[in-house]
């Protein structure tokens, strides 16, 4: 709905709550299905090696988005489908929400587990999962200089967004939010998060257009106080993915709290649900699970799900594992809960 639709239908102030989709309020989209899949991945790698080898991280989040793929009823080209975890268990994330198209040819196409798409799509679909990657890297490298992370997260970002996204925004908009996740993560205030993030894209080829959606939405909050609606349009509709990048990061830079910043993102001319999803994560990660209304959190479904993936992304280098760790029974859980791919 363009933003004078969304008036039409909810009022001048536009839609600041949740509404009926999916024969339900609080429905989740395939934004998050894929973010749960992302951090079910990254989670896979830590226990197989420990985080160290990231094309097998890669390889383990390919894999899990070919789980993915069997809930919504479709079966990949490769051989390795197996369906163990625990998250495919879980039957409300067989529900379909209407996935990208690009998505699904490029997961059922895929020939060999962490091959980039052979696509030219920048869609906005590999940034709105690229949140898990920051939140991991953060957590696995507590002890490293924000900045080495931040760079880390970029890179592993972009390389996981190129499963179904081949052209360099497509991977590096995803690695530019994995990036700013991280930092903030670190407690980087957002402005500087943005800023360091800016410095590492210019290193990347290809980087133009994600580098001129940060520069965007940093003049554009400079330029609008309070933001409003009307100039979140001019950043785009966020259908690809640096204009989604530019909307979620200029909803977080321009809102006080998280409630604001997520209805900017929703209130505008194109794809809401991914940059609303999107500035949630950023928001989220800066301001803390207290932030999100508890009206909002109570009616969502599947929140007991992503409640269990959240805690375990923020506390996975806590589990027993490792060469030198006794065995235990919370060691065995955490191997059957993730098993390696």
Not at 245 to 258: S, T
Request: a negative charge.
């Amino acid at each position: 709905m363009s933003l004078a639709e969304i008036r039409a239908q909810f009022g001048r102030a536009g839609i600041n709550e949740p509404t009926t989709a999916f024969d339900r309020k609080g429905a989740i989209t395939d934004d998050t299905q894929l973010s749960l899949f992302t951090g079910e991945g990254l989670l896979r790698g830590y226990v197989a090696n420990g985080g160290r080898d990231l094309r097998a991280v890669v390889a383990a989040v390919a894999h899990a988005y070919t789980r993915w793929l069997r809930t919504q009823g479709m079966q990949p080209v490769i051989a390795q489908t197996d369906t163990d975890g625990w998250l495919y268990e879980q039957r409300e994330l067989h529900a379909q929400r209407v996935p990208g198209a690009t998505c699904l040819a490029a997961l059922q196409r895929m020939t060999s587990l962490g091959e980039r798409a052979s696509n030219d799509s920048k869609g906005c679909g590999g940034a709105t999962r690229a949140a898990p990657v920051g939140l991991w890297c953060a957590r696995l490298d507590a002890g490293v200089p924000p900045d080495r992370v931040a760079r880390k997260a970029l890179e592993l970002g972009a390389d996981i967004a190129g499963l179904t996204d081949g052209h360099p925004t497509g991977r590096l908009a995803a690695g530019a939010f994995a990036a700013l996740v991280a930092l903030v993560v670190r407690d980087t205030p957002l402005p500087d998060a943005v800023t360091r993030v800016r410095t590492l894209l210019a290193r990347h080829p290809g980087h133009a257009e994600t580098l001129r959606a940060l520069d965007r939405a940093q003049a554009l909050v400079r330029a609008e106080s309070p933001l409003r609606p009307e100039a979140i349009v001019s950043l785009g509709e966020g259908w690809v993915a640096d204009e989604a990048l530019a909307i979620a990061v200029a909803a977080a830079l321009g809102a006080p709290d998280f409630e604001t910043g997520v209805r900017l993102a929703v209130n505008h001319d194109g794809d809401s649900d991914s940059t609303a999803s999107m500035a949630g994560n950023l928001l989220g990660a800066l301001h803390g699970m207290e932030s999100i209304p508890q009206r909002w959190y109570a009616g969502l479904e599947a929140r007991r799900i992503v409640a269990e993936m959240a805690d375990d992304l923020a506390t996975f280098p806590d589990w027993p594992l490792g060469e030198f760790v006794e065995e235990t029974d919370l060691t065995e859980y955490y191997r059957k809960r993730y098993p390696p791919s």
